[in-house]
């Protein structure tokens, strides 16, 4: 066989030595990463299952605290409401003023219900105060819980 040949059949022999070495080399980072992956993986599950007892705690409270705030939306559409009539009831006091020789019994009258409404309005922000006092206890709860997920 002439020798330019035998180096041709040496140049190709060490390419595909080359290539089998390569392919070693990449199947080898493969199955690195393919554990690599599975030890990540394991990681997760046990975080995951690490979450879940709190994660139902924290949707207790989460629901709580909707509750409280719908209860404090409702407060606050009472004294909204209040404020509504107390305004009514100023506007007329003012028309009454101007009529006073004609209209004093319907000045008291509508004295009267202005008391009324003041203490139903100190009632609606009494309830508002407390509704945020419970927020702010259930979101204290709530940030406790949440500090048990940091890693």
Do not use: C, H, W
Not at 33 to 47: F, M, S
Not at 71 to 94: G, P
């Amino acid at each position: 066989m002439p020798f330019a040949r035998q180096l041709n059949n040496v140049r190709i022999s060490t390419k595909l030595f080359a290539a089998f070495g390569l392919v070693l080399v990449v199947a080898n980072e493969v199955k690195d990463l393919a554990q690599e992956t599975a030890k990540a993986t394991e990681d997760i599950g046990r975080r995951v299952d690490a979450i879940q007892p709190d994660t139902g705690q924290t949707v207790t409270a989460i629901e709580r605290i909707a509750e409280i705030i719908s209860r404090i939306s409702d407060a606050q559409v009472s004294v909204a409401s209040a404020v509504e009539q107390q305004i009514m009831t100023t506007n007329e006091m003012a028309r009454s003023v101007g009529e006073a020789s004609t209209g004093t019994t319907e000045i008291a009258t509508d004295l009267a219900s202005v008391a009324q409404l003041t203490a139903e309005s100190e009632q609606g922000a009494a309830r508002s105060a407390q509704g945020a006092t419970e927020v702010a206890a259930l979101a204290a709860g709530v940030a406790t819980i949440a500090a048990r997920f940091a890693y």
